[in-house]
């Protein structure tokens, strides 16, 4: 486990000394880089050079440091683009190191890195601190120094220890259509910066995007909700078949409008709320602990569906409707209103609350304890999972605080459709519990349930192949 801790903790800071140190080492460094003296160091001589002379630059490292750096396109790094990508690099550095020595006497203790992955949720004990320390530190003190911090970091392509902390945060963009999850954390420097708001709307999109693609799937599950039965068996083949002979193939995205319309007003509330809560209830200014969070997140999460829940019923109306029974999303209101009054847009409002808390804290819970497992076994040379184990993580945790929460989405769908269907008795939360117990059983309560993991693979994979190239399109790319 250290080894993935240390590589968390530290690979990531670049690291930056004041400009006036810069110059002889520079050109020291580029002449022995250079070794076919053509003015230009590429990929291979900067992998094999920095081998030489001790450096680790990780998987990748010497083609990310020749991306960054390369201004000009030819593949290679000049002295110029050399020596001003270090400087650069060594400016990082430097505020990463005075952000961990706390008091400020030139030194990192054991402490001190304590200390600091402690405010950013991760506890480790003062032996795996120690060792941290241990291999950097270079002459023995049981401290780091700024010369030995830049020497172990200069040549280390990963980005800060921010980002590689937000890279493993259980993020939100892996989009399974669901509404329950904790909204997405920002750091001061996005916030100031107005990078928050293109990671929303970057986040937006690919559930946009995501959702549409799986609509059909989502679809399935609310109509085997609803009117599926112990009598009134409907099997994945057979739903879809009375869809089409109903409708057409474009009912299949019935609903799927008002679905993609809430995104946008979900998401910004919901992060407006969370920073208020997070406020609140953080027992240190600046500081959020785990339960913290969780409890911020879920009173974000209950506050954005209190204010948009309206069109969670709309959306299950219009995926319900039959050919002409509403022109729009507009028309559903109007008669919604008209004949059921304005309770109507609340129905289930109390199972759709209740289920925030067992979706997000098992989906926190099991995501956690994954990325923990997969640290502590298989994080070697490098912290970085990869793409397959993120969406592994999220694809799984997200599953998990499904199967906990899914007798409440199902009685909530019951609940939004019961005017609708008809012949159907209006019940409460409760009695129409004990009635799907008592009529069909423990696992009636799970009906539509396997159209709804078919879903969670793909949603996940589109959402998170959306938002890499919206981020890309928006400029937030790393």
Avoid at 289 to 315: C, D
Avoid at 329 to 346: N, S, T
Avoid at 356 to 361: D, F, K, L, R
Avoid at 449 to 463: D, E, H, R, T, Y
Wanted: charged fraction near 25%; hydrophobic fraction near 35%; aromatic fraction near 10%.
């Amino acid at each position: 486990m250290f080894g993935s801790v240390r590589k968390l903790f530290f690979s990531d800071c670049h690291c930056a000394a004041p400009e006036d140190e810069e110059p002889q080492t520079y050109e020291e460094l580029f002449s022995k880089l250079d070794t076919n003296k053509d003015g230009r160091v590429d990929v291979s001589e900067l992998r094999r050079g920095l081998a030489r002379m001790g450096f680790s630059t990780g998987k990748g490292g010497a083609q990310k440091i020749v991306s960054s750096g390369d201004k000009d396109g030819n593949e290679g790094l000049d002295f110029a683009e050399f020596s001003k990508y270090l400087r650069e690099h060594e400016k990082k550095l430097r505020l990463t190191f005075k952000s961990l020595d706390r008091n400020n006497d030139g030194r990192i203790d054991i402490m001190e890195i304590k200390q600091s992955l402690s405010d950013l949720g991760m506890d480790i004990s003062k032996e795996e601190a120690q060792k941290i320390l241990q291999s950097i530190d270079v002459d023995g003190t049981m401290t780091v120094d700024w010369s030995e911090w830049r020497e172990h970091f200069l040549f280390n392509s990963a980005t800060n220890l921010q980002e590689i902390i937000r890279y493993w945060k259980h993020s939100t963009v892996l989009d399974i259509g669901d509404s329950l999850t904790i909204p997405d954390e920002f750091t001061e420097e996005e916030k100031t910066t107005g990078i928050w708001w293109k990671q929303l709307s970057a986040g937006a999109m690919a559930g946009a995007v995501s959702r549409t693609g799986t609509a059909p799937l989502d679809r399935m599950k609310v109509f085997m909700q609803v009117h599926s039965s112990k009598s009134n068996k409907i099997s994945l083949v057979g739903g879809f078949k009375q869809m089409l002979k109903e409708g057409g193939a474009t009912s299949l995205w019935r609903g799927n409008g008002i679905n993609v319309l809430k995104i946008a007003p979900e998401t910004a509330i919901k992060f407006m709320a969370y920073e208020q809560y997070k406020k609140l209830l953080s027992s240190e200014p600046g500081k959020v602990k785990m339960h913290e969070r969780f409890m911020a997140g879920s009173l974000a999460g209950a506050s954005a569906q209190t204010a948009i829940y309206p069109m969670e019923v709309m959306k299950t109306r219009l995926t319900l409707r039959k050919t002409g029974q509403y022109s729009g999303m507009f028309d559903c209101a109007k008669k919604i209103l008209q004949r059921e009054g304005v309770k109507a847009f609340y129905k289930g409002y109390l199972p759709n609350i209740l289920g925030i808390i067992p979706y997000a804290g098992i989906d926190l819970a099991v995501y956690e304890s994954l990325k923990n497992m997969w640290l502590a076994r298989y994080a070697k040379d490098t912290a970085n999972p990869g793409i397959l184990v993120l969406l592994g993580c999220g694809t799984v945790s997200s599953s998990c605080g499904q199967i906990a929460s899914y007798p409440l989405a199902l009685v909530r769908t019951r609940m939004q459709a019961q005017a609708s269907v008809e012949g159907s008795e209006q019940q409460p939360m409760g009695r129409m519990v004990k009635k799907i117990v008592k009529n069909e059983g423990f696992f009636g309560l799970y009906r539509g349930i396997l159209p709804n993991f078919m879903k969670v693979i793909p949603a996940v994979s589109i959402s998170y192949v959306v938002y890499e190239y919206m981020r890309l399109g928006l400029g937030i790319q790393k």
